[in-house]
DNA sequence: CGCTGGCACTCGAAGCCTGAGAGTGCTAAC
DNA sequence: GTTAGCACTCTCAGGCTTCGAGTGCCAGCG
């Protein structure tokens, strides 16, 4: 019943919320009927707003004040009403030119999508470090840094770089990490990160590793190696273009919102989220199981490679934010940074 | 004359801004004589608060409305009238317990501290990144990425470490690299960075490296490699306790503020400047060539090797910061890390 | 002569009222 | 089913009043 909105329902509550998008403000009868032609009187417009509020999608916040999209109005608007631009071929070379990435570190670049993102948006940028699992391993390196400490450095397929410092149990020497290099790269080039870990783990099962010293600190060192890396860690950029939205002119609610941000918490947790599912995902409000960003809407997508999920990125804003622009901005970036962990775009 | 205050007039001075600082309220003169038994009616107060407004110190934002201190109120407090309190053994330690340093990456180090700073403060913490001059170098690696680039490994002798990416002209082999590193290493280990640089150009005048290929390889990847590091990146952490500040109830302010924030010149600007001086300095909101902080003071040290000044870091508030807590704070932590980076504290 | 109590004065904040304007809901007519 | 008309409601802005905090000044006191 809630979905039977009959065609001219529809458009009129699509019309109320992109006027309220584009204002600020609520939205009155009056104002439908003049700016978008749809034939109707003020008057009908009116009973139909009435029953649009019995649905839940609209609410007053006074009785003289015109309505306002409820988080229900906006769920549905995205799900059924939204027309999603696409981007003309100007717009897509804008993003790729962006997009210049070999032999930068990983942090550089994330950190670069989501200061993009956040530009074009004029909302505020998140990018999620991927779990590199499914990138594709081209290259490892160990420099050795002090008594039980090494610098790891990895070079995905792509030219991406990225590295960490481990700790050995046992001082490990130069030569010896020169020739677990070696064969590490022999072996293992071309592999994703997941399935050099499943090769890893198989040959630690294998007899062997028992009896070869060499063998057994590769693969303890290669394991360290690859624990988790930047995982988790959000870029976030642009917050401060969150304080134009004049929603935010209220201290209290901004407040929330910039802890949020400094928190992160809320954001991996709702970023995690939407890695689960395919394509790109909205979060409404404080719809089930989101608390934190009252008032405000989060547009992610997940990038991954072509073998599984590695991580998201996104925009967050007001709710009442631009959908049809921010949307096929954030679909295409998850899509370019796809291949650029792949290692297809150079 | 301006500084000619009679000692009660200078007490009087310093209740009201003390008072102040801790209500964030407009002091009355009945406020004083009650909360800081001077001995005083309230009478005698308001003739000296006239005289203290007279000369420039205090403020009344209307009428009836007590005194407020003005930037100058603000200066005199701090250059004349303020004990700064010196931090006790337990204090020390707390701050001591939190740079376990070793083996990590420069980043991490100074992004922890400015969280340290902020979290200790409850005010906003900021961390220039040092210009690595005057470190000493312990180690040199290059990793050869792909063609014509590579990754330059550093450890300092304190043992952080850092890494960047150079683009060579022309390709170099790993074996080259190799021989590159040895020789710097052999060469170089125990220098400053500074020291590095000048025998590195001293080199390049003699003619051997003329006729000798990889001697000239070698001083083109150094200085390449030794060109400005982290320069001048800033990390800046805690941005949003500001918010519980009452002096940016008012949103235009804060738009202002996080702006700067977000921007980092200002702040970049600043902390160079601390630079130049010796020990604590602070800056108050916008005196002669301050802009950007309108309301707010910085309290920034900056921190060196024993051979020279190479980076800073502080703390910003607002105006009506709690000086004499953060001052010890500020310049303890920026002894600290001076000792991390010389490697004395290991 | 410096300090103090007293007192008139000022000014902002809060509360109240009012009028204007926006927008609604209902009803009766087309 | 749609519309015009109309009474009604509610916010917002402005003006007015009251209240209280705090001042500035003056006269008197030690």
């Given at each position: 019943m809630s979905t039977e909105l009959g065609e001219r329902n529809r458009s009129i509550l699509e019309a109320i919320i992109e006027e309220h998008i584009a204002t600020a403000e609520p939205v009155g009868s009056r104002t439908v009927a003049k700016r978008h032609k749809?034939?109707?009187s003020p008057a009908t417009i009116r009973n139909v707003m009435a029953d649009l509020e019995e649905f839940g999608f609209l609410q007053s916040p006074h009785t003289s004040a015109g309505r306002v999209p409820t988080e229900k109005g906006y769920r549905f608007y995205v799900d059924s009403l939204l027309q999603v631009r696409k981007l003309n071929s100007a717009e897509r070379k804008q993003l790729e030119s962006r997009y210049q990435l070999r032999g930068r570190k990983v942090e550089e670049v994330l950190r670069d999508v989501s200061k993009t993102l956040s530009s074009i948006s004029h909302y505020t940028g998140l990018v999620m470090a991927p779990r590199l699992e499914t990138t594709v391993f081209r290259h490892i390196e160990f420099v050795p840094l002090s008594e039980g400490r090494v610098l790891v450095v990895f070079v995905t397929r792509s030219g991406l770089v990225q590295n960490k410092i481990i700790e050995t149990r046992v001082p490990v020497s130069r030569r010896e990490l020169e020739q677990i290099s070696n064969y590490l790269n022999r072996t293992l080039a071309g592999l994703s990160i997941q399935q050099v870990k499943e090769k890893i783990f198989a040959e630690m099962q294998e007899e062997k590793a028992r009896y070869d010293r060499l063998m057994s600190r590769t693969l303890e060192l290669s394991r360290e190696a690859l624990k988790e890396n930047l995982g988790g860690e959000v870029f976030i950029e642009g917050t401060s273009n969150i304080l134009d939205q004049p929603e935010f002119a209220n201290v209290e609610t901004m407040r929330g919102l910039f802890r949020a941000f400094e928190q992160k918490s809320t954001l991996i947790d709702l970023l995690n989220r939407s890695q689960?599912?395919?394509?790109v995902q909205i979060f409404i409000g404080?719809?089930?199981?989101?608390?934190?960003?009252?008032g405000c809407s989060l547009i992610t997508c997940h990038y991954a490679s072509k073998r599984g999920t590695i991580g998201a990125l996104g925009v967050i804003g007001p709710s009442r934010m631009n959908y049809s622009s921010v949307i096929p901005v954030v679909d295409y970036t998850a899509r370019l940074l796809s291949q650029v962990l792949d290692g297809d775009l150079d």
């Open positions: 749809l034939g109707l689960q599912a395919d394509g404080s719809e089930p199981g989101i608390t934190g960003i009252q």
